[in-house]
């Protein structure tokens, strides 16, 4: 066995804890093969190191800095690569101008925040204007209040980094009048093929009789469009290649009538352009310089691109990504309002739900979502992302923002208690937080009497945490001695003072207990830690007691 090995062990287990939260054993494994570990020996030393594991993940942040001072020196300085964005091909004196194009069928959620949150970090990167457009020209699939979810989600991730945000049902005017430019130049038309007819035509690279009509028989059909024709007798085309050697690319179809309500519009407009027109043009009007869109919108890129062809525009640069698969997460809007709409869930953000509105009331921070993106990058690769390792993922990040500065108290949760022979009276001050004693101290007057957690077992030493150590519940000693090896716990003392607590987890269960008195001093929306328990969000204060939401260990 490798000499000191045990010193490494603990070196990595507490610079896991310090770094993630808790220390584990699949973390810190693989650091000790650069120190000599062969595969061989891993079976010989697992029960150290699971013990190791465990001593640490019972000490506080407080102990595990103060002890990681005297082991660091036994860790390999490893290489840190900073993750950054792509260079953009950024012509000079022109400004980078960027959008994102979600649907109003909810508010965001975290498949959203990938693409907003490298849109804005590109746009950050280069001091110029990201547009947000809510792209509404479907009128099958509005959710009315997504108007004002979407711009308030977008704002809250990319901090107020939005310039405007415009709608697209607002600017029919514009696509009429570009349709119509287009008509004149006699590069779109109007057909009324029977749609399996027309599909085998286009099949065999062939015209359908409505290509050939001279304008004028195009502009009339158009006007016709507004009043005469009914739903699904007609769409407008492009004329493109009919040799083109991709289908999608052969007359694609550019306006529609669609008669249903619009959420914003009601019955004002009956004729539609589709995604690709409406996208095309809001582009022009813009001026959008770059575009990050997943690969499979590539055909979609190239119709764009034909038809700011024909209108004497320079399409935008496009930054393609591959398709990410969230697993266990529903991240379709249009699902998540069913199963609102049939109680599952109780609204849009309820805990439960991958939601920009739910993730923000448990406590995450913009950061951590845009580091998150950072992390993904814009690669073509698909990926597959379950529950456990996104949460994982963004839980580390958001511990980067908010460690430093949530305080610190005690939560029990349940009522067990135990009596401690020779505890005596107590009064204890600990520090709001161990690395800003400025910030003050926290008070707990202590009989013989405690709350905890943990079920103590004969003959083992356990150190209430900031107070003392104890076996078979018989006071040892104050001071903290390592050579006990004592498992930290934390506690409460008995006492009417003390505030009743809820807390709800990620599952939507509540986990109930005692909060120490100075929770008190706690804001509504302000995150804490609860010590040996993680970190959670005080979402409303109550005849009844505190009720926080579960954020992450």
Known sequence: MVANLSKEMKAYALRNALEHGQ?????VLPKLFNHGLEKSEIKGVMKDLNEVIRDVNSLSKEEREEMYEKYKKFIKKREVVKKDLPELAVEKEKKVVMRFKPSPSGPLHIGHAYTLGLNHLFVKKYGRELILWIDDTNPDNIYEKAYDLIPKDADWLTSKGVSKVLVQSDQMKKYYEYFEKLLEMGKVYVCSCDPEAYKKLINAKKACPCRGLGVEDQRERWKK???????GEVVARLKTDLMDKNPAMRDFPLMRINESK?????????VWPLMNFAVAIDDIETGATHVIRGKDHADNAKRQARIHEYLGWKTPKTLFHGRINFLDMPVSSTQMRKEIEAKKYYGWDDIRLPTLLALKRRGYQPEALLKYALEVGISLTDKKVGKEDFFKAINAFNREVIDAKANRYFFVNGSNKVRIKGAGKKE???????????RGMRKLKTGDEFYIVDKLEKGKNYRLMHLFNFKDKEFVSEEIDESLNAKMIHWLPVSKKLTKVKVLMEDGKEIKGFGERDLKNVKVGEIVQFERFGFVRLDSVKKGGMEFWWLHK
Request: net charge positive.
């Open 23 to 27: 220390a584990v054993v699949g973390k």
């Open 225 to 231: 469009m507004f009043k005469r024709y009914k739903m």
């Open 262 to 270: 619009h959420a914003r519009q009601g019955k004002k407009y009956r």
């Open 428 to 438: 204890v001050k600990i520090p709001l937080h161990p690395d800003a004693h400025k």
